[in-house]
């Protein structure tokens, strides 16, 4: 099975709107960590946001907040107010356990602001 | 934030020669580093972990003698495609391991696209 499911290939949002990426996950290790990573066309991985598996709240990070529903093995990545600059490919990936080596990701979406 | 920079960004060689590829942790020590490969459009695919002082461990299906990797500092980390044909042409990105941060986040560096004439 899929460690990291994004079923979304491609999303458009128009500009100032909110947008929500989509992933699921799957793992039997009680400890994980969630992360969200952006792709600009340079190629860059810029690292957003991250939740790890006992966190009780979902994380924020400025415009980026991360959903978190446990219980349904989800981690849909927030983007509010969308700018122009926020077209991109986003990733989403896990970590299993806390010390972890290896990061599993999605097969990504590709986001367009729209103007 | 934790910098990884990687040399060069980008490289184009002909078919048959050798490539290496640096990955730096510019301000913090890094005893794993991992290496990826991204085809166009898709997704990372871990190729081998990095172990300062030790060998590499490399993923199913990742031929060891094509892609050689050495850790020798904790700062730094290459990948050497020998003998690179073009379907070794690829996008490939290599992250470091800060292991002084509480969730052991792991920093990417730009990558390196090679082109393989």
């Known amino acids: 099975a899929q460690k990291i499911t994004q079923t979304q290939p491609g999303m458009f949002v128009q500009e100032k709107e909110a947008v929500t990426l989509d992933c699921t996950y799957d793992?039997?290790?009680?400890?994980?960590?969630l992360f969200w990573y952006k792709q600009p066309s340079s190629g860059e991985m810029i690292f957003l946001i991250y939740?790890?598996?006992?966190?009780?709240q979902n994380a924020t990070e400025g415009r980026y907040s991360l959903n978190f529903q446990k219980a349904r093995k989800s981690a849909n990545l927030v983007i509010s107010a969308s700018q122009l600059g926020d077209s991109a490919m986003y990733f989403c990936?896990?970590?299993?356990?806390?010390?972890?080596?290896?990061?599993?990701f999605g097969t990504g979406t590709s986001l367009t602001v729209i103007p | 934030g934790a910098v990884v920079s990687q040399h060069p960004s980008w490289v184009i060689c002909k078919s048959g020669t050798s490539v290496k590829i640096e990955c730096r942790s510019l301000?913090?020590?890094?005893?794993?580093m991992f290496w990826y490969r991204q085809f166009p459009k898709q997704s990372l695919m871990l190729m081998a972990t990095?172990?300062?002082?030790?060998?590499?461990?490399?993923e199913q299906g990742v031929e060891k003698d094509k892609f050689l990797i050495n850790h020798a500092s904790l700062t730094l980390s290459t990948l050497t495609v020998t003998s690179a044909h073009p379907e070794d042409s690829s996008f490939y990105i290599c992250?470091?391991?800060?292991?002084?941060?509480?969730?052991?986040?792991?920093?990417f560096g730009p990558g390196t696209r090679l082109t393989v004439t």
């Open positions: 939740q790890g598996s006992y966190d009780q």
């Open positions: 992250s470091a391991r800060d292991t002084t941060g509480g969730i052991y986040e792991q920093y």
């Open positions: 990936a896990m970590r299993e356990g806390r010390t972890g080596n290896q990061f599993y």
């Open positions: 301000d913090f020590q890094a005893t794993t």
């Open positions: 990095s172990n300062e002082g030790s060998k590499a461990t490399y």
């Open positions: 793992t039997s290790d009680p400890s994980y960590g």
